[in-house]
C-alpha cells in the first residue's frame, strides 16, 4: 500500500474523512463499535444522507454486523446509532 501512495488519514469527523475519500477518489470510511465504545453516527442526520452520497458515486455501504446498505435499515427511532463502513 505504500507503493500505491495509499495513507492512512484521521481527523475525528465522518465529512472530513468521507470527503477525502471523494477527493481522492478512493479509500475507506470505518466507524465501528464495541462493548466499551457504542456507536455515535446516527442513522436518520449522518449515516443514510453520507451514505446516499457515497453509492450515488459509485461506492458501498454497509453496517457493522450486517451484510447490506445503510440505506436498506428503516428508521424505526430518531437516535438509532451504528457503525459502518464506506468505501470506493
Not at 430518531?78 to 459502518?84: A, C, P, S, Y
Amino acid at each position: 500500500w505504500i507503493s500505491d501512495r495509499y495513507t492512512l488519514r484521521y481527523s475525528g469527523g465522518m465529512v472530513p474523512d468521507v470527503y477525502h475519500m471523494f477527493a481522492k477518489s478512493g479509500g475507506v470510511f470505518s466507524n465501528v463499535s464495541s462493548e466499551k465504545a457504542k456507536a455515535k453516527l446516527r442513522l436518520l442526520y449522518e449515516v443514510a444522507a453520507m451514505g446516499l452520497l457515497v453509492e450515488c458515486a459509485g461506492g458501498v455501504t454497509t453496517h457493522e454486523f450486517e451484510d447490506k446498505s445503510v440505506l436498506d435499515f428503516a428508521v424505526d427511532d430518531l437516535d438509532r446509532r451504528m457503525g459502518v463502513c464506506f468505501g470506493s
